[in-house]
């Protein structure tokens, strides 16, 4: 393999999930410029295969939400934890990422966690609404608003795909793009419920943010 890897065990309620995560974050493998092609620069490749806060935090949260009878869609999935959370609930979830390993490493940390394959889709956010998708009754994702100019884009995501009656469940860590794209969500119809958690590994206390949209 050419680059390395790690496995992290990660509690969340009563289960313990084991995670294949890259090792550290100066992990970089893209000979084909597959990545580059797809938009993700070497200074972003290893994001996607990462353990982060906001991540674990969208993670616990899914283990209580709910989820009976909704078609599910997490965005930006990386190493995929909340969608093993939802799977094991027993959710119809779909999974999507635009880096090129996120559905390597999907896969792989389903088996280890004893799942069945989750279904998991190519999605640029700026891309055309792909019709075949269908919508979905909630949308998550944690950490999709570290810079600016992503959130005109989650937002027309967020309208392609979410059924008339949709929620929308985002994990943020305090990047600062927090507040505009509220002030987006709300103009686009929705209202909004939020609450404070601690980022531990940075010692912010209540600085992230789990924003619950509905309409």
């Given at each position: 393999m050419p680059f390395c890897t790690r496995l992290i065990d990660v509690p969340i309620g009563d289960v313990v999930y084991r995670i294949r995560a890259l090792k550290d974050r100066q992990q970089f493998h893209d000979p084909d410029r597959t990545a580059e092609r797809a938009g993700v620069p070497a200074a972003l490749w290893s994001l996607?295969?990462?353990?982060?806060?906001?991540?674990?935090?969208?993670?616990?949260?899914?283990?209580s939400y709910r989820i009976d009878g909704k078609r599910i869609l997490e965005i930006g999935c990386g190493?995929?934890?909340?969608?093993?959370?939802?799977?094991?609930?027993?959710?119809?979830i779909?999974?999507?990422?635009?880096?090129?390993?996120?559905?390597?490493?999907?896969?792989?940390?389903?088996?280890?966690?004893?799942?069945?394959?989750?279904?998991?889709?190519?999605?640029?956010?700026e891309r055309p609404q792909d019709s075949s998708m269908g919508k979905f009754d909630l949308i998550v994702g944690s950490d999709v608003l570290y810079?600016?100019?992503?959130?005109?884009?989650?937002?027309?995501?967020?309208?392609?795909?979410?059924?008339?009656?949709?929620?929308?469940?985002?994990?943020?860590?305090?990047?600062?793009?927090?507040?505009?794209?509220?002030?987006?969500?709300?103009?686009?119809?929705f209202t909004l419920s939020s609450r404070g958690y601690d980022i531990p590994l940075e010692r912010r206390r209540n600085a992230g943010r789990m924003m619950r949209f509905e309409r």
């Open positions: 996607f295969g990462q353990l982060w806060p906001a991540g674990i935090e969208l993670a616990r949260e899914s283990l190493l995929g934890l909340s969608s093993l959370v939802l799977k094991k609930r027993g959710a119809d779909t999974a999507s990422d635009h880096h090129p390993l996120a559905n390597e490493f999907l896969a792989h940390n389903a088996r280890l966690n004893g799942l069945k394959p989750i279904p998991f889709n190519d999605l640029a956010w810079e600016r100019g992503h959130i005109g884009s989650l937002l027309n995501l967020i309208r392609n795909y979410a059924t008339a009656e949709a929620e929308v469940l985002i994990s943020d860590p305090g990047r600062g793009n927090c507040a505009s794209f509220a002030a987006s969500m709300l103009t686009a119809g």
